[in-house]
C-alpha cells in the first residue's frame, strides 16, 4: 500500500467510518497514522468520541493514530484571505478595495471549496514526514476527486499564466526608455514568483497522487451510488491516479432461516437484490471489491470500529517508493 490512501464517494455512503475503520487497522498493524476528515459534520469526532481541528492531536486509546478534521468553510476563508494578502503587495492602492470585492465574490464561486481543500491537502502531504500513512475521507462533493485528478492541467496553467507575464514584463522593460519609467526586472516581480510557486505545487501535487497515492472508492449496494462510483473510477483513471478498489457498505444482514415473519422477508428480498448489485461491482467494473461491509445496528464506534476494520481486506504495509 502506498503513503497517502484516499476513500471517496457520494454523500452518505459510510467514507468516515471506512477510512476512520482502516487508519484504525494501520496504526494497530504499528504504522504512525493520520486520518485527516474533510466532512463539515466532523463525523470523525463522532466516531471516536473526541473533538478533533485542523492541528493532528492523538486518538484516545489508539496507540500510534492521529486524527484531524478540515473545516471547508474555514479552508476556504483561509485560502482566499492569503490570496487577498498576497494580491494587495502587488497592486497599486488603488485596486485594493476592487480585489476585495472580488476575493469576496470568489468565496461563493462554484469550485472555491474543493480549490481550497486541494492546497490543504498538498500541504498535508508535503508535511506528513513524521507519519507512515496518511488516510483522506474525501467531502462529499464529486468535485474534489475530480480536482484531485487534475494537477497536471493546472501546472499546465500556471505555466500558460506565467509565460503571458514574462512576456508583459520584457515588453513593459522595452518600453522603459531613459530612464523616465521604473524598469522592473523579471528576477524580481512578485507575480512570476507567485506564478512559478503555484506551478511547483501543482508539479508536486501530481508527482505524489500519480506515485504515492491510492485511491479507493466507498460505494453502497444502490443503483445511484452505483452509477457514480463508475463515473468517479473513469475520472481517475483518465488522471491514471491509482484506483485500487470498491468498499461496499451498508449491506443488509440477512435473518436467520427460521425467521420467516413480515421483516423477514423483507431483509431476504432486500439481501437478494443486493447480491445482485454486487455482482453487478464483480462483473462490470475493472476494480476488485475488497470489502463488504453489513449495516450495524448501532453507531461504528469503539468495539464497532475494530469489527469494521477486520472486514476491510486492504493491505496495510507500506510498499517502497520506486
Same mark, same amino acid.
Given at each position: ?11 452518505? @455512503? ?20 493520520? @486520518? ?5 459534520? /466532523?463525523?470523525?469526532? !463522532? ?25 471547508? %468553510?474555514?479552508?476556504?476563508?483561509? /485560502? ?6 498576497? &494580491? ?18 470568489? /468565496? ?8 481550497? =481543500? ?8 508535503? *508535511?506528513?514526514? %513524521? ?16 480536482? =484531485?485528478? =487534475? ?8 505555466? $500558460? =499564466? ?10 513593459? %522593460? ?9 524598469? $522592473? ?14 506551478? !511547483?505545487?501543482?508539479? +508536486?501535487?501530481?508527482? &505524489?497522487?500519480? #506515485? %504515492? ?8 449496494? !444502490? *443503483? ?11 475520472? &481517475? ?6 484506483? $485500487?478498489?470498491? @468498499? ?9 432461516? !427460521? ?7 423483507? +431483509? ?5 437484490? #443486493? $447480491? ?6 464483480? #462483473?462490470?467494473?475493472?476494480?476488485? @471489491? ?8 448501532? *453507531?461504528?464506534?469503539?468495539? &464497532? ?18
Amino acid at each position: 500500500m502506498r503513503k497517502f490512501v484516499f476513500f471517496g464517494g457520494k454523500g452518505g @455512503v459510510g467514507k468516515t467510518t471506512v477510512s476512520s475503520a482502516y487508519a484504525y487497522k494501520c496504526a494497530n498493524a504499528g504504522l504512525r497514522t493520520l @486520518v485527516v476528515s474533510t466532512d463539515p459534520a /466532523h463525523s470523525t469526532s !463522532d466516531v471516536f468520541d473526541q473533538q478533533f481541528d485542523d492541528t493532528p492531536k492523538p486518538v484516545d486509546g489508539v496507540s500510534g493514530l492521529d486524527a484531524m478534521e478540515l473545516d471547508p %468553510e474555514e479552508e476556504v476563508s483561509r /485560502h482566499l484571505q492569503g490570496i487577498k494578502r498576497s &494580491l494587495s503587495t502587488q497592486v497599486s492602492p488603488a485596486m485594493v478595495n476592487e480585489i476585495d470585492r472580488q476575493v469576496e465574490m470568489a /468565496h461563493q464561486t462554484p469550485g472555491a471549496y474543493e480549490a481550497a =481543500l486541494f492546497d490543504r491537502f498538498v500541504d498535508v502531504m508535503r *508535511e506528513s514526514d %513524521e507519519y507512515d500513512r496518511v488516510v483522506f475521507d474525501t467531502s462529499p462533493t464529486g468535485g474534489t476527486l475530480r480536482l =484531485l485528478s =487534475l494537477p497536471e492541467f493546472l501546472e499546465g496553467w500556471a505555466e $500558460r =499564466l506565467l509565460a503571458k507575464r514574462k512576456q508583459s514584463v520584457r515588453l513593459f %522593460e522595452r518600453a522603459a526608455i531613459g530612464g523616465r519609467e521604473p524598469r $522592473r526586472m523579471r528576477e524580481g516581480d512578485p507575480v512570476i514568483a507567485q506564478l512559478e510557486e503555484r506551478r !511547483d505545487r501543482f508539479a +508536486l501535487a501530481g508527482e &505524489l497522487l500519480r #506515485e %504515492e497515492a491510492a485511491f479507493f472508492l466507498v460505494v453502497n449496494p !444502490d *443503483e445511484l451510488s452505483i452509477r457514480e462510483t463508475k463515473r468517479a473510477i473513469g475520472s &481517475l483513471d483518465d488522471a491514471t491516479l491509482d484506483v $485500487r478498489g470498491l @468498499v461496499v457498505n451498508k449491506l443488509t444482514p440477512e435473518p436467520d432461516d !427460521d425467521e420467516n415473519g413480515r421483516g423477514a422477508r423483507f +431483509l431476504r428480498d432486500r439481501v437478494r437484490t #443486493e $447480491r445482485e448489485r454486487l455482482q453487478t461491482l464483480r #462483473e462490470e467494473f475493472d476494480k476488485p @471489491v475488497v470489502a463488504e461491509i453489513v449495516t450495524r445496528v448501532a *453507531e461504528v464506534k469503539g468495539d &464497532l470500529l475494530a469489527e469494521v476494520a477486520a472486514e476491510i481486506d486492504v493491505e496495510v504495509h507500506r510498499e517502497p517508493v520506486k
